[in-house]
């Protein structure tokens, strides 16, 4: 990995001000002691790290002395400017503002502004029961801040009989962080229909809604509501769309370098179709966001149909699906090919309407990538067969299936070395070669600074190509077992596979490995 110190700096012919390219920087290279938000947003400027008692300033004017003095009184350092692109330091300094809201200190400004979300639309429900109280409107803004802290995906709030139960979902896994009084629920419930702009007095249908909050100065995070009308009362998710959160680097996805070349080549190709499948919650939409992102340059024209819109990408053309309006993803992908596209992103391919017509983008000179629910890459082309898509189209359309799951990473402050039998690894999937220098399998502990032993999850990847096999295979109606048997063949790493190393690397656990993926 680069690190600070081994920046290649260039020297400017004439002028002699250093100068370098950040376009390639991620904000993990910059180093943690420097970061003076306030110091950044004001300047417009980037403290990179310190050479020979010097700190290094990437500015996009370099002759800006009031910076420099300013960084130097508040650091301690004689700062030295590096000259670099303004476009380039403006992305650079959008995502060190906006990354870690772990971090991300939210104030008691920000806690009114939960408070009062849609004032105006409160005022005109009918509010009978206690939504308005402010110990109802302190709790819930506590729980909503928190999860954003915490970094949760997803909040629960859960009626019983004898109970109220609030989980996050964190990393993956839900864990209870709040039992408030059964009392409560109902009141809590009504405060999150009033913020989302649901009806109160619908008790018996389920309903969906949205908050919009805003966090600091800059980070827009909305709340996606939706309730559940239960035995006990309504139960209400709650899913955090933050595209501050989402690390678009194809560098930390957890790609293999061959399975990282293999998707930057298809990427690249002119036209065709690229396939991710797996789960919800499996990072789909963080892996062809990535894609999208290293594709997204001036020349292209690039359009995506979206349900919902879960990270905003600036210079992409996003609509947001509804159905009950009539923009379905067909009718969506139907417009955007008289929009002149280049790349099309489809969300899911739920029907043969929709694949028919993503099929007839990939073979008339566009990219087009989108998502499926199956299992492993194999059962994707045997989907698109039972969906009603005829085979030589498959076969002639599709050149990338992507398959893919999230594993949690291991503390790596609180890891513990486990002592597994030989034959135990073997009988889990591991071959002789693997087991040969006796590698140190590590196990989740747990401490202060992590969840349970995670902290944090990787990528598991399973790429099949299309190569001409697979395509008679295809065409001669061959099983997912047989087109899996001949991915494998032409080296092809399994799901598990995948997992497997990740395990002699010490970024997970078996046990991990074994929650997320089948042993064969």
Known sequence: ??????????????????????????????????????????HNAV???????????AIADPDNFEALEDFKFNLGYHAEPIQVDKNSLDKLISELLQEDLGQLEITEEDEKNLAHIDTEDDKKQDDVSGADDAPIVVFLNKIMTEAIRKGASDLHFEPYENEYRIRFRIDGMLHTVNTPPVGLGPRLSARIKVMSRLDLAERRLP????????????????????????????????????????KLNIDILGFSDAQKDLYLKNLHRPQGMILVTGPTGSGKTVSLYTGLNILNTEERNISTAEDPVEINLPGINQVQIHPKAGLSFAS?????????????????????????????????????????HTNSAAETLTRMLNMGVPAYNIASSVNLIMAQRLCRKLCPKCRQPESIPHEELLREGFSPGQLHTQPTIY?????????????????????????KAISDLIMNNGSSLELEAQANREGMVSLRHSGLLKVLEGVTSLAEVNRVTIAH
């Open 207 to 246: 309903q969906d809604g949205r908050i919009k909050l805003k966090v600091g100065k800059k980070t827009m995070i909305d709340f996606r509501v939706s309730t559940l009308p239960t035995l006990y009362g309504e139960k209400v998710v709650m899913r955090i769309l933050d595209s501050s959160a989402a």
């Open 443 to 467: 196990r989740a502990v747990g401490c202060d600074d992590c969840t349970d032993g995670y902290k944090g999850r990787v990528g598991l990847y399973e790429l099949m190509p299309m190569s």
């Open 332 to 372: 969506a992908l139907r417009a955007f090919l008289r929009q002149d596209p280049d790349i099309v992103m489809v969300g899911e391919i739920r029907d043969l309407e929709t694949a028919e017509i993503a099929v007839k983008a990939a073979q008339t000179g566009h990219l087009v990538m989108s998502t499926l």
């Open 47 to 57: 403290p990179l790290t310190v050479r020979d008692n010097r700190l290094l300033i």
């Open 1 to 42: 990995m680069l690190e600070p110190a081994n920046v290649n700096i260039q020297m400017k012919p004439n002028f002699g001000i250093p100068q370098m390219d950040v376009s390639y920087l991620v904000t993990d290279f910059i180093e943690d002691s420097f970061l003076n938000t306030k110091l950044i947003e004001k």
